[in-house]
């Protein structure tokens, strides 16, 4: 089956670093996805991972285990415009859908 | 920067009522997408279009949803007959490639059923 596990809540400082974490279960792994989605918005992407390793973009890096079924998303230097729900997605090559996770809502704290 | 329009922003309809929800994908974009998300859920795939005809759907998608292409720029969902559990932010989404590598998503047009 497909399944994608994130915690649904987390709460971090300001210009503090946190991570958040993402497992999954498909059954034709074609690339794990970080999307951003401010409330009442549309998901805007962050990163795709596609081989195992870290991928770093600016204040944003990606981090992928294809043996564990998991991955993380790290962000630094938090600002207060972060705050926003971050959703961890699978793209399944047996069907070419996009399965998404609920999403972490990532609350800042000043 | 080029990006996917999506029209109405918010659309209001009696049960029952067909609707129509309209997107302009990026003009090089091949692949096109709806998803929904209804409020405070995960976000869900609808269906994929590719060189004029549905490429993928999923279980949400049945006999009461189409989409086309009518014209070469708009893409449509329509919803022939709506349900209350209908309502939901519908996001359109368009990449150049099938892989997702990074697709590319409207606003959304939040849908209320009454």
């Known amino acids: 089956g497909q399944n994608i596990d994130q915690p649904t809540e987390m709460t971090a400082t300001e210009g503090a670093i946190v991570q958040i974490n993402c497992t999954y279960q498909?059954?034709?792994?074609?690339?794990l996805f970080w999307y951003q989605q401010h409330a009442g918005e549309a998901p805007t992407f962050l990163s795709y991972?596609?081989l195992d390793g870290l991928e770093e973009k600016g204040r944003f890096s990606s981090f992928l285990s294809r043996s564990k079924g998991y991955s993380y998303l790290l962000l630094k230097e938090l600002q207060m415009k972060d705050s926003a729900s971050y959703l961890c997605?699978?793209?399944?090559?047996?069907?070419?859908?996009?399965?998404w996770g609920a999403g972490t809502k990532l609350i800042i704290k000043p | 920067e080029p990006e996917v329009t999506q029209t109405p922003s918010h659309q209001v309809t009696q049960m029952g009522q067909e609707v129509i929800l309209r997107c302009v994908p990026i003009?090089?974009?091949?692949?096109f997408y709806w998803y929904r998300q209804i409020l405070g859920q995960k976000v869900e795939f609808l269906v994929s279009?590719?060189?004029?005809?549905?490429?993928?759907k999923s279980e949400i998608f049945d006999d009461q949803f189409s989409v086309e292409r009518p014209d070469g720029s708009n893409f449509t969902l329509k919803i022939r007959s709506t349900k209350l559990e209908d309502s939901a932010m519908y996001f359109c989404?368009?990449?150049?490639?099938?892989?997702?590598?990074?697709?590319?998503f409207g606003q959304g047009t939040r849908l209320t059923v009454v």
């Open positions: 989404a368009s990449s150049t490639d099938r892989d997702y590598t990074e697709a590319f």
């Open positions: 003009s090089n974009h091949l692949y």
């Open positions: 279009f590719y060189n004029n005809e549905i490429s993928e």
């Open positions: 498909t059954s034709g792994f074609n690339g």
């Open positions: 991972n596609v």
């Open positions: 997605a699978v793209g399944d090559h047996s069907n070419y859908q996009l399965i």
